[in-house]
């Protein structure tokens, strides 16, 4: 069976975006692939969360995977930071990785500009981090949301850069994997940029979300006035909308408004986006209301995460402890 890794960071509630660019993959992934799910608590830390908060982002982001769908009795599903040999390949990983790649990477140069007083070597070596989580269990497919492609990339390089420099075949290249296109990047209710866990809070819906606050969120959803001509392209904001209405609601229901917005000009609007949000609204909060349900009953039961967490963290041990000890003894660690 092929290898499957992907990991979710534990900075907040997890939303539409994590749910539809990677859970539901996950969930599409774990009959027919070795798959290893982890909550990539490391990652989180490159902004110093409050120490008290972090079991519990921990185990709410297992839970919400678990309650999306995700069977832990057929993956293993884990902490990161419960996996030493990961910190362990990130260090010889890091031997390989140089400054000026890491620092042309997009994401890095965004968080500098946006907190510029916390550029942390954490923050740097991100990618490498990454890449060791993949390469620690020698993955080949890894289902993540475009914003993670770069990313990828550089798992790619730093696995070829290995294996060339010691002469080994031993890391194979990871690549992106998901089963279709349209869920890739998910965008925020108000048009501006990507759905994300800390920005935009009302222009983002989370699966934590009651329904009240679904409908209130999608109600403010940016429209605009309508299709100025007959089968205009859809602005993106309006697109995205269709998008969530594809991912959640019966396909006439979708038809039905696709016909009404291609009908549409300008002074003769068939499609209302006030019904259009309405029916969306409905669709979604009964695709989410299960999910929510289900992570809350999850949440109060500690000892069942507990129990699923270490479970997790054993089998991904194993894969990863016979990576670790083949890097070292390519690299030349291997004294006695
Ligand atoms: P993170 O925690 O930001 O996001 C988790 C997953 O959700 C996807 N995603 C989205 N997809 C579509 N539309 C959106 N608006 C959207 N927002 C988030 C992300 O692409 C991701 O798949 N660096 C990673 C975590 C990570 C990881 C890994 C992933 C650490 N190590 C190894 C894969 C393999 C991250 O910050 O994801």
Known sequence: KEIVVSGIRSTGFLHLGNYFGAIHNYVKMQEAYNCYFFVADYHSLTTHPDPKDLKGNVFRVAAENIASGLDPEKVALYAQSDIPE???????????????????VPTFKDKVRLNPRNVNAGLLTYPVLMASDILIHRATKVPVGKDQEQHLEMARNFANRFNQRYGAELFPEPHVFRFDESSVKILSLDGNGKMSKSENVNSTIYLSDDDDTIIKKLKKAKTDAGPAAPNSEKPDYIENLFTLMRLVSAPDTVQKFEDDYNNSSEGNVVIRYGDFKKQLAEDMVAFIRPIRENAAELQRDEDRLRKILKAGAEKARESAAKTIAEARKLIGINYY
């Not at 990961?86 to 042309?104: S, T, V």
């Open 86 to 104: 990961i910190p362990e390949l990130y260090l010889l990983m890091n031997m390989l990785a140089y400054q000026g790649e890491l620092e042309k």
